[in-house]
């Protein structure tokens, strides 16, 4: 099923609410890497709510991202739809949609001819 842009900015939103609360419940929340993965989260929420049109995303820069970071932004969800459909599974409804939506946020974010299984691809 093709995702709108307002769709997957609901998708990001809702991941990135939910890794924040996920490093605070480890009591990791003010950790480096729980600071890196925000800003990864927040680019994604930002790069995808720009494309939706959300007026907030619109009025903040950047307004272009680089390749290597927008593969960052796609390895990230990748890695993020691999793990949930290995720890959710695809059995129930809402982790079928949820695992659906996550793949579907990177295929949007994937730069065009860039896959996370070829590493040399990256550079």
């Known amino acids: ?22 490093w605070s419940a480890a009591g990791q929340g003010d950790t480096r890497r729980a ?14 709510g720009h494309a939706a049109g959300d007026a907030a995303c619109r009025t903040r820069g950047p307004q272009e991202w680089t390749l290597s970071e927008r593969i960052s ?22 982790a079928l949609r949820k695992v659906a939506g996550l793949f579907a946020l990177f295929r949007w974010l994937r730069p065009m001819g860039w896959s996370p299984l070829i590493p040399e691809a990256t550079t």
């Open 73 to 94: 932004m796609a390895r990230n969800a990748w890695a993020t739809a691999c793990k949930a459909e290995t720890t959710l599974g695809t059995t129930t409804e809402d």
């Open 35 to 48: 600071h890196q993965d925000d800003v990864i989260w927040s680019n994604i929420v930002h790069i995808v």
């Open 1 to 22: 099923m093709m995702r709108t842009p307002a769709q997957l900015h609901q998708i990001a939103r809702e991941e990135r609410a939910r890794r924040k609360a996920a």
